[in-house]
């Protein structure tokens, strides 16, 4: 049986592809034990310096596959098979210390959405809808509420999540919920060049950097400050930044530059 997910990896960028367009991509208990997997795979490979998520088809995540969330006899109640592997996955892309892109190939619905606000980065072409649909099927976002809150404004979370209204990507933009929106002839150039700036910075550097923008918020300005003189004072002494500095001053790239 072939993978929903694939791997690529070039110039140190893993690009993982969901590939399930019959039913939009959407997460079936396979293709998230695929896309974990597929994870796994980035995170532990040394040459992987970051991830490229996206899909293919004209849809990049239309969220659960509702065919599997239907309760029979043989399955009973309680069980929900997008539970499966769908938390897991979630950490391992908002915890992941290599930077992770999403590349929305197309539209996203409800838990795929989930996917792209646990992303650090996502660009989208002009032409995509977006929409949290949950409550009209009489579920709610549950899951994805953990990254999503964390990204948008909470006035239109209340919004979007209440209503299920679709939107499109100049709003998503708006909110938070995208980093960029582009022409969809644009899109993989605009990817292109946040790789290329991701791939400059060191790994330690990035990984620490992507703790602090996500927990320094929450933490007084005077704890923060006291945090941050130790870690600024470490990170210059690091053997990553006396290379980075060296590099800088010889004018040469870094040693970590693919």
């Not at 998520?53 to 990049?60: D, M, S």
């Not at 190939?105 to 792209?116: D, E, F, M, Q």
């Not at 809150?149 to 939107?167: H, I, S």
């Amino acid at each position: 049986m072939s993978s929903l997910v694939h791997k690529e990896l070039e110039g140190g960028v893993a690009t993982i592809t969901l590939d399930s367009p019959p039913n939009r991509n959407a997460l079936s208990v396979r293709l998230l034990g695929d896309l974990e997997a597929r994870l796994n795979w980035a995170l532990a490979e040394p040459e992987v310096r970051l991830i490229v998520l996206t899909g293919t088809g004209p849809v990049f995540c239309s969220g659960a596959d509702l065919k599997e969330q239907r309760v029979t006899p043989a399955t009973g109640a309680g069980d929900a098979p997008v539970t499966a592997s769908f938390p897991e996955i979630l950490a391992l892309i908002w915890e992941s210390p290599k930077p992770v892109i999403c590349r929305l190939n197309g539209t996203a619905r409800a838990g795929g959405l989930g996917l792209v606000a646990a992303c650090d980065f996502a660009i989208a072409p002009q032409t995509a809808s977006f929409a949290f649909t949950e409550v009209r099927l009489g579920v709610v976002p549950a899951m994805i509420s953990v990254p999503v809150l964390r990204r948008l404004e909470p006035r239109a979370a209340a919004e979007y999540f209440l209503t299920g209204e679709v939107f499109d990507a100049a709003r998503a933009v708006e909110i938070g919920l995208l980093t960029r929106a582009v022409p969809e002839e644009d899109l993989d150039a605009e990817v292109a060049r946040y790789a290329e700036m991701l791939v400059k910075g060191g790994p330690e550097a990035l990984a620490i950097t992507k703790r602090l923008v996500r927990d320094i918020p929450g933490i007084s300005f005077e704890e923060g400050l006291r945090q941050m003189t130790a870690l600024s004072a470490q990170r210059f002494t690091s053997e990553e930044g006396q290379e980075g500095i060296a590099a800088f001053m010889e004018k040469r790239p870094a040693k970590w530059v693919p």
